[in-house]
């Protein structure tokens, strides 16, 4: 008796299984996770072990990235915490098959989900609709259907990982050209399926190559998410990138998943944990908090950097990364110094001008964010008429663009257009900044 009451009170609060994150891992049968969440719990290994009868080592293999794919192991491991075993997939439940994109068996329909007609009906009435004689119900069309996923496929080989591969680049190519809200809710319906393959059966360079696809896919759907001021997502989306690419060593795809946290961070003026986490932007951040000589110093080790690395194989997440950006960071570097000098300011535009001459047309919000940033440094340098025309350019690109970081960048701009009310031309660039912005 006193050892059964032990063992009730060692067991784990139901409501962790509950949690969103949680409930993602367990479907995903992401053991790894699972573990790893309890323990920013304070549930101790020794604890996991206990409770599921694993040894201690088994327990620090599973968090060092080994799946579990047993139903054996799986059905111990959900008896031994109390997951219920639908959170697991060994029996599916609602919640979790809808969290899948699975369709839910025929018992659990809802009156909010009408069972489905019979085929006959179904379809006497599709052809009464051809004549046109039946009335159309156009209040239906703004309703979406409801997804409803294929299985993934038992084995997956590296073609299955190339198409996966292929598809990310088109979304990545419209997030560029037309701004995060042309394309996130496409990109989290990709993730929702792709996650799944993580399951099927898969050589080692398969599995190697899958996770750098689903960490470059976190990162798409982070970006996207941060470019529509989805903060709370981008983050959860950015660290499940770099998870993905520390699990198989990928240093470079982890420096990217840094960069992207590190951009979220400088965006929003959260600046000392931009500084803490990414090396790549210190010269911005040290720049927006003031420091001018560590600003300076960093952008001569980026270029030098850049310099020793320009003619290496560049991984696909890392391609944004080429001279057309170097130059902007370093004219967003010089233009946040805390002083600028003449020179350094002039330098600053130079830097503009180079980028938005070279950037292509798939990269149609950074050249925005260029001709913003150019435009405002023009006026304020005195160069007026230059800077409205480099102004009226960025918000026709604007206006292309689903994007809350373009409206947000364009602050600066709208200061500098403040401070020339009496000029005309400025009350007209205004004006339409202050339209775009409704």
């Known amino acids: 008796m006193a050892n059964r009451r032990r063992r009730q009170r060692e067991q784990i609060d139901p409501a962790v299984w509950k949690r969103a994150d949680m409930r993602a891992a367990l479907a995903a049968r992401d053991i790894s996770a699972v573990f790893r969440l309890l323990q920013r719990m304070g549930v101790s290994q020794r604890h996991i072990a206990a409770l599921t009868g694993q040894a201690q080592s088994e327990i620090s293999e599973i968090l060092a990235g080994r799946q579990v794919v047993s139903y054996d192991v799986l059905a111990r491991i959900a008896d031994g915490l109390g997951v219920p075993r639908g959170a697991l997939g060994l029996a599916y439940d609602d919640e979790t098959a809808a969290l899948l994109g ?4 025929a018992a659990s329909t809802t009156p909010a989900d009408p069972p489905p007609e019979e085929a006959g009906p179904r379809l006497t009435s599709l052809t009464e609709l051809a004549p046109g004689s039946t009335p159309v119900d156009s209040e239906s069309w703004a309703q979406p259907f409801r997804p409803s996923w294929s299985r993934p496929p038992d084995r997956i080989g590296l073609s299955d990982v190339e198409r996966l591969t292929a598809i990310t680049a088109q979304l990545r190519t419209a997030d560029r050209q037309f701004g995060g809200g042309s394309c996130r809710e496409a990109v989290l319906a990709q993730l929702t399926w792709a996650s799944q393959l993580l399951r099927a059966r898969a050589d080692q360079a398969t599995t190697d190559a899958l996770h750098r696809a689903l960490a470059d896919l976190h990162l798409l759907a982070g970006w996207t998410s ?5 903060l709370g997502e981008a983050r959860r989306h950015f660290a499940r990138a770099l998870e993905h690419a520390r699990f198989i060593n990928e240093s470079s795809l982890a420096a990217k998943a840094l960069y992207c946290l590190g951009r979220l961070h400088l965006h929003h003026g959260w600046n000392v944990q931009a500084v803490a986490m990414l090396h790549i932007n210190l010269a911005w951040a040290h720049a927006v908090l003031g420091d001018g000589r560590q600003a300076l110093a960093c952008i001569g080790r980026a270029r030098d950097e850049y310099g020793r690395s320009e003619h290496e194989p560049t991984p696909t997440w890392l391609s944004f990364f080429d001279s057309a950006e ?43 964010f260029d001709l913003i940033a150019l435009a405002w440094l023009l006026i304020d340098s005195g160069e007026v008429d230059h800077g409205l025309r480099v102004g009226h350019e960025a918000l026709d690109s604007a206006t292309t663009i689903r994007s809350q970081r373009v409206i947000d960048r364009l602050a600066p701009l709208r200061a500098s257009l403040a401070r020339r009310r009496s000029h005309p031309d400025a009350r007209d660039l205004a004006n339409r900044i202050a339209t775009f912005r409704l």
């Open 102 to 105: 699975l369709s839910r068996p």
């Open 226 to 230: 941060f470019d529509l001021g989805v």
């Open 326 to 368: 170097l130059q902007a960071l370093r004219g967003m570097t010089l233009a946040h110094l805390p002083d600028p000098t003449p020179q350094q300011r002039a330098e600053a535009i130079e830097r503009f001008s180079f980028s938005t001459a070279v950037r292509s047309q798939p990269f149609a919000r950074s050249r925005t």
